[in-house]
């Protein structure tokens, strides 16, 4: 063996010697796609020929696998009897990998059926969006008789963790409410300059700026912001609990994980989101003002004059009255897909994305239901 | 078997300092090729960040970490564009199998990313490699969440011999497996050491695996290796520590299992 001293390494070669099959060179993961070809042209071995390892050099697994494949198991799991003087370590190599490959090494693969798997994945979705329905009618119900049960009992309310809610879901969520109301409220303000200017109604900005603002987009901006900002966090923050095991931890300590985590959370948003949807409201009459101001040269008494002629105060209750309903909502489906969290990562970032698309689905969802309603009620 | 011991990795005055918390300071390690290195002690005495900072995940604060190339079985068989983390395989204290990929993917990763092979080829590789760790074929499609803690740790062990390392690192790899299943894994990294020529550093607890497996034992004792060297040797030395461990309840009872195999 001279391969010692050289430092390029030679891949394997099989050579016919007269009566005799001589393998050689280097057998490693390194030249797997090259052994392979060499494998497949050789063929297979009759099973009385003479192999000569001898001039063998390097040899690892998956070098191993490929004489097994060209020399068969059997052969290989009887190496002492006819290649007695090889290396120990190099027989139990070639032993331990082919009798790996002596079972069957590929997994059962269940037989396909395109029509019957296409209904079946029918039915199946079917079945899941149902059981997500009721286990959300079911996490609701438990949350509300969670509240009922500590609602009398000021010794069991969860102040510090409330607190704390408030602060991250409300608090630090100020500023980018206020920044993305403001650009919205800038946006319509200018769609309206432009198309109401072109019948010389330019004034009337002002009243759609309010309208929309006080109605509709105030709540639905922050509850949209809430549900990507909060939603998620409330079901990665659970998820990683639940795969961690603290839940049931939770559960064996006799202590009640919704009463624990989930009560606090709902409360912090259900009052949160007001205030968070009045800052909208602000945001986005003073984006309205900025685009009044600028381009269409009205005053700012003018403007708040205009407001306070024209928009009855009902509207800002019509657009609050939907914030705790919304906040309610998406607390709940944030803390409902960390509840469904199984163990691995993979979940964890499933159900943190379906919590978000849930909830803004759910509160565009609502949104509509009820402005059809107020609109109906003339309200 | 008689064999010159020749020295892999040369670990000299290594120091691993946190803040003021010091975990290793002067501390001297030698492991030969071929051997199967136990590494024990006390709860907090550094023995994973070792482990971390000799395959590269933690940088040291002070001493070097040599890996002496020449003494590797194959060096020439390394290919040029590859870290020297190649020759290495480590084993996890909980796997850390990806989550996202399936058993028979997870093995195949190293295969496909490193050694480039075809996705078909290195999955009938990393199948034989699920073969070799004692794992049934119907376990490769599975994903690593509806595995069993042992089936874990020989998935994670297939991993870890993915790319044929020739020294293994494995961190407490029979914590949380029942004692027949501790057993199995002991009996498993034997046959895969003596088959594929491993050395093999193995940070554990378990007295039964030092018995069963160990050619050498390093204590590591106040931030260095109080002593490295055969297990009745180690076990001989009257520091308080290893007094305790060795000779307390449990260390006499895995002596005596240990004994008993060996006479019958």
Same mark, same amino acid.
């Given at each position: 063996m001279s391969l010692g001293s050289t430092t390029e390494s030679q891949p394997g070669r099989i050579e016919q010697q007269a009566s005799d099959v001589c393998i050689s060179g280097d057998w490693t993961l390194l030249h797997y796609a090259k052994l392979k070809q060499v494998v497949a042209h050789a063929g297979e071995v009759p099973a009385n020929t003479s192999i000569n390892l001898q001039a063998l050099g390097v040899l690892d697994t998956a070098g191993a696998a490929l004489l097994v494949e060209l020399l068969g198991t059997e052969r290989l799991l009887r190496i002492s009897d006819w290649a007695p003087d090889l290396p120990e370590a190099r027989k139990a190599l070639l032993e331990t990998v082919a009798e790996a490959l002596s079972e069957p090494l590929n997994p059962p693969t269940p037989?396909?059926?395109?029509?019957?798997?296409?209904?079946? !994945?029918?039915?199946a979705g079917t079945e899941d969006f149902w059981q997500q329905f009721t286990a959300l009618l079911g996490f609701i119900g438990l949350t509300l008789e969670a509240f009922a049960a500590t609602v009398f009992r000021p010794s069991r309310w969860r102040l510090a963790a409330l607190a704390m809610h408030i602060k991250q879901t409300g608090v630090d969520t100020i500023p980018i409410i206020a920044l993305l109301t403001f650009l919205v409220g800038a946006v319509v303000a200018f769609l309206g300059a432009t198309v109401l200017g072109e019948f010389g109604a330019g004034i009337y900005t002002v009243?759609?700026?309010?309208?929309?603002?006080?109605?509709e987009f105030g709540v639905v901006l922050a509850a949209i912001m809430l549900a990507g900002r909060t939603a998620s966090a409330f079901a990665a923050h659970i998820g990683s609990m639940k795969a961690n095991d603290e839940l049931d931890a939770i559960r064996v300590l006799g202590l009640n994980p919704i009463e624990l985590l989930v009560l606090p959370r709902v409360l912090a948003m259900v009052i949160t989101l007001p205030i968070l949807?009045?800052?909208?409201?602000?945001?986005?009459?003073?984006?309205?003002?900025?685009?009044?101001?600028?381009?269409?040269?009205?005053?700012?008494?003018?403007?708040?004059?205009?407001?306070?002629?024209?928009?009855?105060?009902?509207?800002?209750?019509?657009?609050?009255?939907?914030?705790? /309903?919304?906040?309610?909502? $998406?607390?709940?489906?944030?803390?409902?897909?960390?509840?469904?969290?199984?163990?691995?990562?993979?979940?964890?970032?499933?159900?943190?994305?379906?919590? /978000?698309?849930?909830?803004?689905?759910?509160?565009?969802?609502?949104?509509?239901?009820?402005?059809?309603?107020?609109?109906?009620m003339g309200w | 078997m008689t064999r010159e011991a020749k020295t892999l990795i040369q670990i000299r005055g290594l120091a691993n300092r946190f803040g003021k918390l010091v975990v290793h300071e002067n501390l001297d390690l030698d492991i030969h090729q071929g051997e199967i290195l136990g590494v024990v002690g006390g709860s907090g005495t550094g023995k994973s960040v070792l482990l971390n900072c000799i395959v590269g995940l933690q940088k040291p604060s002070a001493? +070097?970490?040599?890996?002496?190339?020449?003494?590797? +079985?194959?060096?020439?068989?390394?290919?040029?564009?590859?870290?020297?983390?190649?020759?290495?395989?480590?084993?996890? +204290?909980?796997?850390?199998?990806?989550?996202?990929?399936?058993?028979?993917?997870?093995?195949?990763?190293?295969? $496909?990313?490193?050694?480039?092979?075809?996705?078909?080829?290195?999955?009938?590789?990393?199948?034989?490699?699920?073969a070799m760790t004692g794992l049934p074929p119907e376990a490769a499609l599975k994903y690593p969440a509806e595995?069993?803690?042992?089936?874990?740790?020989?998935?994670?062990?297939a991993r870890a011999l993915a790319l044929d390392p020739e020294v293994l690192f494995l961190d407490e790899p029979t914590a949380g497996l029942d004692p027949v299943g501790a057993a199995a894994f002991d009996e498993l990294i034997l046959t895969l050491k003596n088959a594929l020529g491993l050395t093999v550093f193995l940070v554990t607890h378990d007295?039964?695996?030092?018995?069963?497996?160990?050619?050498?034992?390093?204590?590591?004792?106040?931030?260095?290796?109080?002593?490295?060297? !055969?297990?009745?040797?180690?076990?001989?030395?009257?520091?308080?520590?290893?007094?305790?461990?060795f000779h307390g309840p449990r260390g006499r009872a895995a002596r005596r299992a240990a004994d008993s195999l060996e006479n019958s």
């Open positions: 037989p396909k059926a395109p029509v019957t798997d296409f209904l079946a !994945r029918v039915g009243n759609l700026v309010g309208f929309s603002f006080l109605r949807a009045f800052v909208g409201m602000i945001g986005g009459l003073l984006g309205g003002l900025m685009v009044c101001l600028l381009v269409l040269d009205i005053s700012i008494a003018q403007y708040f004059a205009i407001l306070h002629r024209d928009i009855p105060v009902h509207h800002l209750w019509v657009g609050l009255s939907k914030a705790p /309903v919304f906040a309610f909502v $998406i607390a709940v489906i944030g803390c409902l897909e960390g509840f469904k969290v199984t163990g691995s990562a993979r979940s964890v970032g499933e159900h943190t994305t379906s919590s /978000v698309v849930q909830s803004i689905f759910v509160v565009i969802l609502l949104d509509a239901v009820a402005a059809l309603f107020f609109m109906e | 001493g +070097q970490v040599q890996v002496l190339t020449e003494h590797l +079985q194959h060096p020439h068989t390394i290919p040029q564009t590859l870290d020297l983390a190649c020759p290495f395989g480590v084993l996890f +204290q909980h796997g850390a199998l990806f989550s996202s990929l399936t058993v028979q993917q997870n093995v195949a990763l190293p295969l $496909i990313e490193q050694a480039s092979l075809e996705r078909d080829d290195a999955e009938h590789l990393a199948r034989l490699k699920l595995l069993s803690g042992g089936m874990i740790k020989r998935t994670a062990l007295l039964d695996t030092l018995y069963t497996a160990c050619d050498r034992v390093a204590v590591l004792e106040n931030k260095r290796v109080l002593v490295a060297d !055969r297990l009745p040797v180690v076990a001989a030395h009257d520091n308080a520590w290893i007094q305790s461990y």
